[in-house]
């Protein structure tokens, strides 16, 4: 869609815009919070935190929260999540760290195959 942006004696624009995506998050926001790469989208309802992945394009998590929460924030430095309650007058953090899953099948490894935790070495030997 196509949109005109007058600013006053400085310039007139024309600006292009499309929705991207409109989830159902079941609940409503009452903040969000962003990754700073935008991959990870963070909306803070009452009941919970809602995490939506733009890389796959769907909701990757669900994290429970109390009904006090009313502002959410992320801090890419230690990957944290800052909650406040103003009426409640509580701070919470919470560290987010992200589960890749590295397919070993076919790959040399040490360990049972079955293990809950693989930890992979990448080298470059130049």
Not at 10 to 21: P, Y
Not at 54 to 71: A, H, L, T, W, Y
Not at 93 to 119: C, E, H, L
């Amino acid at each position: 869609m196509v949109g005109f942006v007058m600013i006053p004696g400085i310039v007139h624009s024309e600006i292009d815009w499309t929705i991207v995506k409109q989830v159902d998050l079941k609940a409503p926001p009452v903040d969000v919070a962003a990754s700073e790469d935008g991959k990870l989208v963070f909306v803070l309802t009452r009941n919970e935190i809602v995490v939506y992945s733009s890389g796959k394009n769907m909701i990757v998590n669900r994290i429970p929260v109390d009904r006090e929460f009313d502002r959410i924030r992320y801090y890419r430095t230690n990957n944290l999540l800052v909650l406040t309650g103003s009426s409640s007058k509580t701070l919470r953090i919470i560290r987010v760290d992200r589960i890749f899953n590295i397919d070993i099948s076919g790959r040399p490894f040490k360990g049972p195959a079955n293990a809950p935790v693989t930890i992979a070495v990448f080298d470059d030997y130049q």
